[in-house]
Nanobody, 121 residues
Framework: QVQLVESGGGLVQAGGSLRLSCAAS????????MGWFRQAPGKEREFVAA????????VYADSVKGRFTISRDNAKNTVYLQMNSLKPEDTAVYFC??????????????WGQGTQVTVSS
């Protein structure tokens, strides 16, 4: 079955960095766009970034543009999210997803379980 497993979350001070990874199995990874979403307590899941199957095109939410970078390694079936200059408002559970390049949750067919990112002020 399809599995997406996120890792790399944790506690970091404001201004710090984290690199999230998402390892995929059970699907033809290079056939899917990949996305990162996040969900803070009491809030809806929101789009963070997405990347095409080839890695040639990326899309970012305005709130993370210039601070976060999405990338992928199709040989390793892994997508990454490099997060720099982290802010307390970036605190959330971060999810990776496989689907069609979009900022809509419904365009992604497969989801990971999420990894917690906490940014202290």
């Amino acid at each position: 079955q399809v599995q997406l497993v996120e890792s790399g979350g944790g506690l970091v001070q404001a201004g710090g960095s984290l690199r999230l990874s998402c390892a995929a199995s059970g699907l033809t990874f290079s056939a899917y766009a990949m996305g990162w979403f996040r969900q803070a307590p009491g809030k809806e899941r929101e789009f963070v970034a997405a990347i095409t199957w080839s890695g040639d095109n990326t899309v970012y939410a305005d709130s993370v543009k210039g601070r976060f970078t999405i990338s992928r390694d199709n040989a390793k079936n892994t997508v990454y999210l490099q997060m720099n200059s982290l802010k307390p408002e970036d605190t959330a559970v971060y999810f990776c997803a496989a689907g069609t390049l979009s900022d809509y949750v419904d365009e992604y067919a497969y989801w990971g379980q999420g990894t917690q990112v906490t940014v202290s002020s």
